[in-house]
């Protein structure tokens, strides 16, 4: 029973921690000798939970009943939440010769990366926000809940083309926390009398059960090339092909793992009950051993959640004022959906540019997002948001970028 009230504080917890794009304006004209790029972003969308009850969640403040039904009445059977929280810097050198190859530079990269992805059922919500009342004399269905986390940094050497600005880096990971958990079939049935509860359960839940900041080191590659399009005579378009955290690494501290496969019935308790009574909770261990879950720790090799992206650059040598972008994106996660976009960039003046974009996927359904690019001398700086109208997400977005 324990195990059932794990995964709500998990749901809950996880909504506490809060792939994202400034559309690269590439330019082979620019002659500088290095240059430094900053990006960072803060996003997290859902398919079902609306901005009410996750900006409480958030930034604190009464989640009301009306708050709660709010978001309820969006939910499906199966429903997605996803966060992305990174920060990276790059240096790339083009005045050395990588291996005397005149057109080789390289780059140096570092960055901290948070990723989230949670899918649930809609029983899940309704217990975790409104208790099991509602579900008297019915199951509360939670089968197909699955959630992974994780937070890592890295550390990057690679090879940079000084003319198409490609670049291949190897990295090396560091991984701080990670945790999954997953229901493949479950639930909680409580009698119309409310005192024999019913837990169909199988899944397991797994996490690192350190507080250092290492837990986990592995490799991994970063690639960017760019390949010219050219279907106009007189100018020449880019496809980038985009590569982040691709790798695995192996732990260096032992996940403890819950693992359950049974149903379970108590009598003389109701839900309230379970949760509430301090003796039942202040001895854990003991009802995981009464009810047959399985405690395990292991040091196994994990895959890190990569993003790939194939879409189309925007020319800053161009002589059109407007020009579209297209791609697609995804996660390497079994939640994220591949997520298609396009829009448009409209250059105001030399030194500015605006732009929309429509989305479809990922975390969520539909999105409108919106930048600005701005040169100033040898400096671009860049802003955007991927949620401008969406009520169930938030996105900030940042460039900045030095040429020197």
């Not at 591949?338 to 250059?347: D, E, V």
Request: with cysteine; glycine share 8%.
């Amino acid at each position: 029973m324990k195990y059932i009230f794990l995964f709500n504080f998990l749901f809950v917890v996880f909504l506490f921690k809060a792939q994202h794009w400034c559309p690269v304006q590439h330019d082979t004209l620019i002659k500088s000798k290095n240059e430094i790029i900053f990006s960072g972003c803060a996003n997290y969308s859902s398919t079902s939970l609306n901005n009410s009850l996750t900006k409480k969640l958030f930034y604190g403040g009464e989640i009301t009943e009306a708050i709660k039904d709010k978001s309820f009445k969006l939910h499906g059977d199966l429903n997605r939440f996803g966060t992305d929280i990174s920060a990276e810097i790059e240096y790339r050198n083009f005045s050395v010769n990588l291996l005397k190859h005149k057109n080789w530079g390289f780059v140096v990269k570092a960055g901290y990366y948070s990723f989230l992805a949670a899918q649930y059922s809609k029983d899940l919500f309704g217990v975790t926000f409104y208790g099991n009342d509602m579900y008297q004399g019915q199951l509360a269905s939670f089968s197909g809940t699955k959630i992974s986390s994780y937070s890592f940094e890295k550390l990057g050497f690679g090879w940079l083309d000084k003319k198409s600005k490609s670049s291949v880096c190897l990295n090396v990971f560091n991984l701080t926390n990670t945790l999954s958990a997953k229901i493949n079939t479950g639930g909680i049935y409580q009698s119309n009398e409310g005192d024999t509860l019913i837990v169909p359960f199988d899944g397991e839940a797994s996490f690192i059960n350190s507080k250092s900041f290492s837990n986990g080191l592995g490799l991994g590659l970063d690639f960017d090339i760019r390949i010219p399009m050219t279907y106009k005579s007189d100018e020449a378009n880019y496809i980038q092909f985009l590569g982040r955290n691709l790798g695995l690494v192996s732990l260096t501290q032992a996940q403890t793992i819950y693992r359950a496969d049974s149903v379970y019935t108590f009598t003389g308790f109701t839900f309230d009950q379970l949760l509430n009574n301090g003796d039942i909770l202040s001895s854990p261990a003991n009802i995981l051993d009464s009810v047959g879950i399985t405690k395990s720790e292991k040091k196994s090799i994990l895959f890190l959640p990569g993003f790939l992206q194939v879409s189309k650059l925007i020319n800053e040598n161009s002589k059109n004022r407007l020009q579209e972008f297209y791609g697609i994106r995804m996660y390497l996660s079994s939640i994220y959906t591949p997520m298609l976009f396009i829009g448009a960039n409209y250059r105001l003046g030399k030194n500015l540019n605006i732009g929309l974009n429509g989305s479809y996927g990922g975390f969520t359904s539909y999105r409108l997002g919106m930048y600005s690019s701005l040169k100033l001398r040898n400096w671009n700086l860049a802003l955007a948001s991927e949620n401008l109208i969406s009520k169930n997400g938030e996105s900030l977005i940042l460039r900045v970028q030095c040429g020197f």
